[in-house]
């Protein structure tokens, strides 16, 4: 089956800066990949996604990235904010079975102002 | 719009015990699911319905039940709670597989 893995588990950065948090999954048939942000107490957001046949992708500060060669994808925060603080979640979709959603194990990202 | 509605938020039961977790949504959403979160575990799925009276297992289903009867409902029953289903639970739901969830705000289970 798919196995995602994430990296790194915690990051910690100052505010302004940038945070990479990247992920590789195991099977080339995933077509779909979303990240999610948690914040504490709170259920995952979905907050920026991409398809197979797109390289890159920007909302405002979040961009992600997908090398589908290479089986890795990356979530780009620009510009960090104490807001931004929270876990990220990445995941990978296989279409044509429901239950094929893989979650990578979260990044803590800590926004030091 | 409620989006996806789950209750109760925190809740502590006795080994032994049954007791349903609700989840109910207003997006018209075919697909919803459920998931527990536990500490360097991620997000495990336990359930999952394609649609009105259509279910089937995820990963981790032993000691879960759930049915669909309608499309706006999907609960999660603890049939006997034990200790080792400490955790918290997620509900979800998607237009379809190849969009993104929307998560419910989690209920946090404790089985003492």
């Known amino acids: 089956g798919e196995n995602v893995e994430q990296h790194p588990s915690t990051l910690s950065v100052q505010e302004g800066d940038s945070a990479v948090i990247k992920c590789t999954y195991s099977d080339s048939a995933s077509n779909y990949f979303p990240w999610y942000k948690q914040e504490l107490g709170k259920g995952p957001q979905l907050i920026i996604d991409i398809r197979s046949n797109v390289g890159e992708k920007k909302d405002q500060r979040i961009a992600v990235t997908l090398n589908k060669t290479a089986k890795h994808f990356s979530l780009h925060i620009t510009e960090t904010q104490p807001e931004d603080s929270a876990v990220y979640f990445c995941a990978a979709i296989v279409s044509g079975g429901y239950q094929k959603v893989t979650f990578g194990i979260g990044t803590k990202l800590q926004v030091i102002p | 719009n409620a989006g996806v509605t789950q209750t109760p938020k925190f809740q502590v039961l006795k080994t032994g015990q049954s007791m349903t977790l609700q989840c109910a949504q207003d997006m018209n959403h075919e697909y919803m699911s459920w998931y527990r979160q536990d500490p360097g575990m991620g997000l495990r799925l336990i359930h999952y319905s394609v649609g009105a009276g259509i279910t089937d297992q995820g990963e981790v289903p032993n000691g879960y039940n759930v049915s669909r009867s309608t499309t706006e409902d999907f609960p999660l029953r603890l049939l006997s709670a034990a200790p080792s289903q400490t955790s918290v639970y997620f509900c979800?739901?998607?237009?379809?597989?190849?969009?993104?969830?929307?998560f419910g705000s989690g209920t946090r289970l404790t089985v003492v």
């Open positions: 979800a739901s998607s237009a379809d597989i190849n969009y993104g969830y929307t």
